[in-house]
């Protein structure tokens, strides 16, 4: 519940307590909280069981944490049931963030494509090392302010 707070911050809110409370009051402040906190966590417990029975069996592994949307997005992302492995393994970002830096740089991808393809697999890589060659001698890489 308190991860984030270090010594030096608990020692504070002591000595602050001690202030605004007295040390007379203190002891009785500390119980009064502790027992409130512990009502409110019963309450939540029995409110969390009512949902549950509510809900019925087919419900009966549900977590409330799910809830939280990144906590159910890690969740199915860990279970391959919808097959999205497969999805993310198929998908080729290098070809596909050169197809877009040749359309940015006004250049036709598909004629790179056809050429590698016509040269075979040695060729296309001659084309590429071309390209990068001239991309580093000619021009600099464009710069858009309003994406930085």
Do not use: W
């Given at each position: 519940?308190?991860?984030?707070?270090?010594?030096?911050?608990?020692?504070t809110?002591?000595?602050?307590?001690?202030?605004?409370f007295?040390p007379?009051k203190?002891?009785k402040m500390i119980q009064?909280?502790?027992?409130?906190v512990r009502k409110?966590?019963?309450?939540s417990e029995?409110?969390?069981q009512?949902i549950r029975?509510?809900l019925?069996?087919e419900?009966?592994?549900?977590e409330?944490?799910?809830?939280?949307?990144?906590?159910?997005?890690?969740?199915?992302?860990?279970?391959?049931d919808?097959?999205l492995k497969?999805?993310?393994n198929?998908?080729d970002l290098?070809?596909?963030?050169a197809?877009v830096?040749d359309?940015?740089?006004g250049?036709?991808?598909?004629?790179?494509?056809?050429?590698?393809?016509s040269?075979?697999?040695?060729?296309?890589?001659?084309d590429?090392t071309?390209?990068?060659?001239?991309?580093e001698?000619d021009?600099?890489?464009?710069?858009?302010?309003?994406?930085?």
């Amino acid at each position: 519940m308190f991860n984030d707070i270090g010594p030096l911050e608990l020692v504070t809110l002591v000595v602050l307590a001690v202030l605004v409370f007295g040390p007379d009051k203190l002891p009785k402040m500390i119980q009064d909280v502790s027992r409130t906190v512990r009502k409110i966590r019963e309450f939540s417990e029995s409110a969390k069981q009512d949902i549950r029975e509510e809900l019925g069996p087919e419900f009966k592994d549900f977590e409330f944490e799910d809830l939280n949307p990144k906590t159910f997005i890690r969740k199915q992302l860990d279970n391959d049931d919808l097959g999205l492995k497969e999805i993310r393994n198929g998908f080729d970002l290098k070809k596909e963030m050169a197809e877009v830096a040749d359309a940015v740089h006004g250049r036709d991808s598909d004629s790179g494509t056809a050429s590698s393809g016509s040269s075979g697999a040695a060729g296309g890589s001659v084309d590429m090392t071309k390209k990068r060659q001239s991309l580093e001698r000619d021009e600099r890489p464009p710069f858009d302010a309003d994406a930085t």
